[in-house]
């Protein structure tokens, strides 16, 4: 049997249309299909157009910003990577600021930053001074050394001991109202030790200074894997925390062009591919929301 027009078997066009239809269910989505449209920016995002974002990260917070290896004047990581894809489908350009993780948060309320990236967690205070997009769920990690000769296993434990975390944290939120709660039982008090950064509350942890580090629990995964002769994980707290991006008051057009930016690589499967490469839990990602109190 032949078709209408006498040129192909109808079973030879058959299968010909089969074979289109599944090379386009194998065909990855575009990024435009997704939502990317770069050279639209100065239409949608008007106070962005020529601009350079600037954006904060410690580049010590591995795996979410770190110096890379073979550059060390690049920042390479989750985040990293993640800002990257992000303005990279809106089309703005980026530009990375290198400083100490505590110092980001106030140069982001003062503007002397667009925006800071790097393992921020939402607070409602914070949010008095910067607008956020949210777009993981947070868990934090609580270090010791190796062998936990303190036997410490839930938050209750650090009665009498020394811990750290870093200056201006929801880490330091979180033992300060440990300690708070010790007081209140008649126990001995947790004595803080506050820290710049993560790696330097880990290497307190080494020295035997401080006897538990709070970390970021992804951060504190990757330090213990890179010295897992001297230090462990000795337990985990979830509490609903979201790990954001934040940036001043007043940026409109700068906070729409990053919700739109993360929902965009979403959509079109990068952000995930980001995720799998610094394997770091897909399954605790949220759908970019903003937050501005």
């Not at 703005?92 to 948060?105: C, Q």
């Not at 990690?141 to 975390?165: E, R």
Request: overall charge neutral; glycine content about 8%; aromatic content about 6%.
């Amino acid at each position: 049997m032949r078709n209408l027009h006498g040129l192909l078997p109808l079973g030879t066009i058959f299968v010909f249309m089969l074979s289109l239809l599944s090379a386009f269910a194998l065909t990855p989505a575009r990024a435009d299909d997704a939502g990317c449209e770069p050279t639209k920016l100065a239409a949608k995002y008007p106070a962005l157009a020529g601009k350079t974002i600037k954006i904060g990260q410690d580049g010590e917070s591995v795996p979410f910003s770190q110096r890379d290896p073979k550059d060390f004047n690049k920042l390479v990581g989750l985040d990293a990577d993640l800002a990257r894809a992000t303005f990279a489908c809106v089309g703005a350009p980026i530009d990375f600021t290198i400083g100490a993780w505590s110092g980001l948060i106030p140069a982001a309320m003062a503007g002397q930053i667009d925006i800071m990236w790097d393992t921020l967690l939402y607070t409602p205070e914070r949010a008095k001074k910067l607008d956020f997009v949210v777009y993981m769920n947070a868990a934090t990690g609580m270090l010791v050394a190796k062998g936990n000769p303190n036997n410490v296993h839930a938050l209750t434990d650090l009665c009498g001991l020394n811990a750290t975390t870093q200056l201006g944290t929801t880490q330091e939120a979180m033992l300060r109202e440990a300690n708070s709660k010790c007081l209140a039982a008649g126990k001995p008090a947790v004595t803080l030790i506050l820290s710049q950064d993560m790696p330097s509350s880990l290497r307190l942890v080494q020295s035997g200074r401080a006897d538990l580090a709070a970390v970021n629990k992804f951060v504190g995964d990757s330090m213990v894997a890179s010295s897992p002769d001297k230090v462990q994980s000795a337990f985990d707290v979830v509490t609903g925390a979201k790990i954001s991006v934040g940036t001043a008051k007043g940026n409109s057009d700068l906070v729409k062009a990053i919700k739109d930016g993360l929902s965009a690589i979403r959509a079109n499967g990068t952000e995930k591919a980001i995720y799998d490469k610094y394997h770091v839990d897909y399954s605790l990602t949220t759908d970019p929301t903003v937050l501005t109190e």
